[in-house]
């Protein structure tokens, strides 16, 4: 059963921003994971595996893969039911379906994702 809904992504241009947002269940976001587990975006381009990109921990700490790190801002809110990711400076590398999950994620919980396509 699909219990995460990614949302917000599109077409835009090379250094451009755009902010992602997830819907998630309480059973997987909820305290009682989230105390557990940290909360991350991941993204898989076609033909590759998906990577993790970045991580927002119970406490609020972050953490970002070099790739994205200084571009990328992974928030959520206080209900624990949402998490966004803002990215901006955005480049043609980027473009690929964006999930959200827990971390490391659960695999039953894989929405759709939203696709990000980065061109000129």
């Known amino acids: 059963q699909v219990q995460l809904v990614e949302s917000g992504g599109g077409l835009v241009h090379p250094g451009g921003s755009q902010r992602l947002s997830c819907a998630a269940s309480?059973?997987?976001?909820?305290?009682?994971?989230?105390?557990?587990?940290?909360l991350g975006w991941y993204l898989q381009a076609p033909g590759n595996q998906r990577e993790l990109v970045a991580a927002i921990s119970p406490d609020g700490s972050t953490n970002y893969t070099d790739s994205v790190k200084g571009r990328f801002t992974i928030s959520g809110d206080n209900a624990k039911t949402m998490v966004y990711l803002q990215m901006n400076n955005l480049k043609p590398e980027d473009t690929a379906v964006y999930y959200c999950?827990?971390?490391?994620?659960?695999?039953?919980?894989w929405g759709q994702g939203t696709q990000v396509t980065v061109s000129s």
């Open positions: 309480r059973n997987i976001f909820g305290i009682t994971v989230f105390s557990i587990k940290d």
């Open positions: 999950n827990a971390v490391p994620y659960t695999d039953r919980c």
